[in-house]
């Protein structure tokens, strides 16, 4: 059984799923990716099937489609999908016979954005904040980077990289009661792989009164996760405070699983999940 929950900040939680490892025996038979990287196994890439058959194998994906199985010089298969794997989802293969056995993938992340700091439409940020982009791998190029950065009001600063994260710390530190716009541009790209889709967030610095009020936003990239029953969810956030040690309580309430399902179907807003009237689930 699986529940969804809904944060009262705003944070609302969907399917999280990590690469699946299947390179082991089952029933003397192993199925092994000939290309992944640290976040799964690439989309075009073939598998090899080790084991010892009387015919040549069948081997299908999910619910019925078809791959292509070749024989190799060393007595192993090539298994080719006939159909264009997708990027982040996981694969079922099964060889047909008397007993089917099978193995389950996940395909790699395509490279993207994952995640920014200061969030999108974060406030009340100092000045003297450093700009966090984190990619979902870390074979990027930095020069990279600077080249598909764009930030308005512009600002001058120096970069570093930090496994699969890129900083950009401003020369003079940021104007107070501004609102500034942060976009990597689609061209981004690693190994020959462009994100395709560019990404904006925006953000405003702190007022000359700040410290009245800490303040803090939301920031999973992840806008919807599915959480087993038992598991304790987890809701990054982003906080500024000039007064030290703060204390946050954050409330998180349950949504019926029929009522979030039927929001996200209709491409309904976060805001829209149902919350009102409910007993937080924990505090």
């Not at 690693?190 to 990404?199: F, H, K, Q, T, W």
């Amino acid at each position: 059984m699986r529940k969804f929950i809904s944060a009262a900040l705003a944070a609302a939680m969907l399917i999280s799923t990590v690469p699946a490892a299947a390179k082991d025996y089952r029933n003397g038979c192993t199925l092994a990716p000939l290309q992944y990287d640290e976040t799964g196994v690439l989309p075009d890439s073939g598998y090899v099937l080790s084991g010892s058959f009387s015919d040549k194998p069948v081997v299908y994906i999910n619910d019925g489609d078809e791959t292509e199985v070749t024989e190799q010089a060393d007595g192993t298969y090539l298994v080719t999908p006939l159909n264009e794997l997708k990027y982040n989802s996981l694969y079922t293969f099964t060889l047909d016979g008397g007993e089917p056995v099978s193995w389950t993938f996940q395909t790699a992340e395509h490279f993207s954005v994952t995640n920014a700091l200061p969030g999108d439409y974060a406030y009340n940020v100092p000045i003297n904040s450093g700009i966090e982009i984190t990619f979902s791998h870390e074979d990027f190029k930095l020069e990279d980077v600077k080249t598909n950065f764009s930030i308005i009001p512009e600002l001058d600063g120096k970069w570093e990289k930090h496994k699969n994260t890129a900083v950009f710390v401003p020369e003079k530190g940021m104007a107070k009661e501004t609102t500034y716009t942060v976009t990597v541009d689609g061209n981004m790209s690693r190994s020959g792989e462009a994100m395709g889709d560019s990404y904006s967030f925006s953000f405003t610095t702190e007022t000359s009164a700040f410290g009245a009020e800490p303040a803090f936003a939301v920031y999973d990239p992840i806008r919807y996760k599915e959480v087993a029953t038992g598991d304790i969810p987890e809701i990054p956030l982003s906080l500024y405070s000039d007064k030290g040690s703060v204390n946050i309580v954050i409330e998180v309430y349950g949504v019926r699983v029929g009522d979030a399902l039927n929001v996200i179907a209709n491409d309904g807003a976060v805001d829209e999940l149902p919350t009102a009237g409910t007993a937080p689930v924990m505090q």
